[in-house]
């Protein structure tokens, strides 16, 4: 069994994040824009299982930050992660979410939309790297809710 929680500890979601390959430093404190985080723990052995980060930037809602740890993929996790923060996001008056995506088929599943990057708002640094779309090929995404 598992359970999920509120929490602070943005450095072990931010180890989470990046032992996951996603472009996230480890850090002791969550970024500024940050206005909700969850962790998934395994109840037995408190193993953190998954992770995400609710953060609002540029006038937008932003589901920063999803990750499951490798053995843990498949069991729904992900989701459930994901419909956390996408309820926060409508109790807080949210009509649509954003995201960056280095893996977007999986949002597609539920939903989500390519956007054009060129037009979107500014909700991740991936849109001004210098990386994007030669050697790193995330989506800007975005969710009616």
């Known amino acids: 069994m598992y359970s999920i929680k509120e929490t602070n500890d943005y450095h072990a979601l931010s180890k989470l994040f990046h032992d ?3 472009e996230v430093e480890v850090e002791d404190v969550a970024p ?3 206005i909700k985080m969850w962790r998934c723990d395994n109840d037995e052995t ?3 299982l998954a992770g995400a980060v609710l953060q609002f930037k540029s006038g937008c809602y932003v ?5 499951v740890t ?4 498949g069991k729904g996790l992900g989701k459930t992660m994901m419909d956390i923060a996408l309820d926060e996001a409508r109790r807080l008056g949210a009509e649509e979410i954003w ?7 999986y949002y597609f599943q539920y939903n989500w939309q390519e956007m054009d990057r060129e037009t979107s708002p500014e909700i991740s640094h991936c849109q001004s ?3 994007f779309g030669k050697s790193c090929f995330p989506c ?3 969710k009616e809710l």
């Open 99 to 105: 995201g960056c995506a280095k893996v977007p088929d």
């Open 32 to 34: 500024q824009e940050t």
């Open 70 to 73: 490798e053995r843990y993929r």
């Open 140 to 142: 800007i995404i975005k």
């Open 20 to 22: 996951s390959g996603m």
């Open 63 to 67: 589901l920063e930050d999803l990750a």
């Open 129 to 131: 790297c210098k990386q």
């Open 46 to 48: 408190g193993e953190l």
